[in-house]
């Protein structure tokens, strides 16, 4: 209770300053006040309209890392304890790994049009990365000694791989993850900004209010962007401090 | 003989260079045997315990662990490792049946299998902990309950006990001998410190500087059980310090070698 406290302290004085401000008349008029957000937010929600959005965005994201994520981290374990697989991936993935991936939006629409599906490979395409990486470098980092143990007490390749591999770079995987989730909020925003086709998703309300000059509805889905990003992180560190409950708490994600 | 091994030699190649870390060693361990190894640091001591462990393969030379050649790794030869090398990801228990696991074992016979071990080493109340919340003493003797839990014919032991400090060190060493004499298990045992090896071992094997060549070969005669206390006697004295003598000469030589 005393540490959620603490930890609220400053986004509810910032919060407090900003009200203060805005009542004052000290900020231009696009920075709505918080207690008008608060209340478009409360209207959103009541009427479903946020809700809609915010299920379609969370669709689109979630869908797009999932698959991105499972085949990233799949690949990127198989790479690592693989050689013939590194060989092939390694190479691929360091030559495409620096091109921002936003910028082959323009090929996704041109291929799928403007849906659901190019914004769903887009989000694949990236979230790949971080969880390729992170699982093949959570492989390699493994103690040999670990893998000389399970030799010794008998284990096949293929169980030296599931119960000595996979769980020792869960780690690294974690790590990853995150940073995939991360991504998958950002690639969500910009892609839906880019264009919808059916008028849906925070990232299109985003754009939409503010076209419309309705700058409490272009806060009020930022925040829930944010919300809904803040929540999702969580989940997955409750996640992963189950997974991980083996590392001392000092290494914890 | 349960280990033969037959003029067993072993190269490194770095870069240019050839290192030739065993030298023509042959070597009996007869069943049942606890024998220790010392030898100047770098003497391939370490080597030829991986060489039978089936981690490094042999330049020239065989090894026969219980008729049969050594050509990998095979739970036939249980290995302690200088680091341990517990898996953090498995409580103590799963750490103890893991070999079990891999066997295809049914949970229940490993359990109970990890809980005989581990009360032979005393931990069993720690059968649910993780190893990062174990003392390093604790640490060994889960990973000796893990050794002796898929019942291998010799255990292989690389200065198992090298980084505990030296009242947990003694402890271990006379829990090792209580362990070995209830499980009368073979035992090839790597260390650097030359009371330890005299206080465990039924043979002592003195290695040359490198190469490494077995200088001497010395049946202990002190009568087991060994308490503690046998360090104090006169008869120990004159083991350990024969070993001394016989080391003095190569840890010297090492040294001149490493300066030159």
Aim: charged fraction near 20%; hydrophobic fraction near 50%.
């Amino acid at each position: 209770m005393r540490r959620a406290l603490e930890a609220l302290a400053l986004p509810l004085s910032v919060i407090a300053i900003w009200e203060v401000l805005a009542a004052a008349g000290a900020l231009p008029r696009y920075v709505s006040r918080p207690s008008a957000i608060g209340a478009e937010l409360w209207q959103l929600a009541r009427s479903g309209d946020i809700v809609e959005h915010a299920a379609v965005s969370l669709y689109r994201s979630m869908t797009g890392l999932l698959i991105g994520a499972l085949s990233g981290i799949v690949l990127g374990l198989l790479s690592g304890a693989i050689r013939p697989v590194a060989i092939f991936f390694d190479p691929l993935v360091a030559f495409t790994n620096p091109v921002p991936k936003i910028a082959i939006l323009p090929v996704l629409i041109v291929w799928f049009g403007i849906t659901d599906t190019s914004k769903i490979v887009l989000i694949a395409i990236t979230t790949f990365y971080p969880c390729f990486l992170a699982a093949y470098a959570g492989v390699r980092q493994v103690q040999p000694a670990w893998i000389w143990a399970a030799r010794n007490m008998g284990a096949r390749a293929d169980q030296v791989f599931l119960k000595v591999l996979v769980p020792a770079a869960m780690p690294h995987v974690v790590g990853g993850l995150r940073i995939a989730l991360a991504l998958a909020f950002i690639l969500m925003f910009a892609s839906e900004a880019i264009g919808t086709a059916h008028r849906a998703g925070l990232g299109f309300l985003v754009i939409f209010a503010e076209s419309g000059g309705r700058f409490d509805l272009m806060l009020s889905a930022i925040a829930t962007i944010g919300l809904l990003g803040f929540a999702a992180d969580r989940l997955l560190l409750v996640a992963a401090r189950r997974v991980l409950r083996w590392q001392p708490e000092v290494f914890r994600a | 003989m349960i280990v033969e091994v037959e003029r067993v030699s072993k190269e490194f190649v770095r870069g240019e260079q050839r290192v030739r870390a065993v030298d023509d060693v042959s070597l009996s361990v007869g069943q049942g045997e606890f024998v220790t190894m010392v030898g100047p640091s770098g003497c391939g001591k370490s080597t030829l315990l991986h060489l039978l462990g089936g981690f490094l393969e042999a330049s020239s030379g065989t090894m026969r662990v219980a008729g049969n050649v050594v050509s990998r790794p095979g739970p036939d030869r249980g290995m302690m490792f200088q680091d341990l090398a517990l898996f953090p990801w498995r409580t103590v228990s799963g750490n103890v049946g893991w070999a079990l696991e891999v066997q295809g074992r049914p949970a229940r016979e490993r359990d109970e299998i990890a809980e005989r071990y581990l009360q032979l080493v005393g931990l069993r109340s720690f059968k649910n902990a993780y190893p990062h919340e174990l003392s390093g003493g604790m640490k060994q003797r889960v990973a000796l309950a893990r050794l002796l839990a898929f019942d291998p014919a010799v255990l292989l032991m690389d200065e198992p006990f090298g980084s505990l400090d030296a009242q947990t060190r003694e402890l271990m060493q006379e829990e090792l001998q209580r362990i070995w004499s209830e499980t009368r298990k073979t035992v090839l045992f790597v260390t650097h410190d030359i009371d330890e090896a005299v206080y465990l071992g039924d043979r002592v094997i003195v290695f040359t500087a490198r190469p490494g060549r077995i200088k001497a070969d010395i049946q202990v005669d002190l009568p087991r059980p060994r308490p503690i206390e046998v360090k104090k006697s006169t008869a120990f004295f004159d083991h350990r310090n024969h070993v001394w003598d016989l080391l003095r000469d190569e840890v010297l030589r090492a040294r001149a070698e490493e300066s030159a």
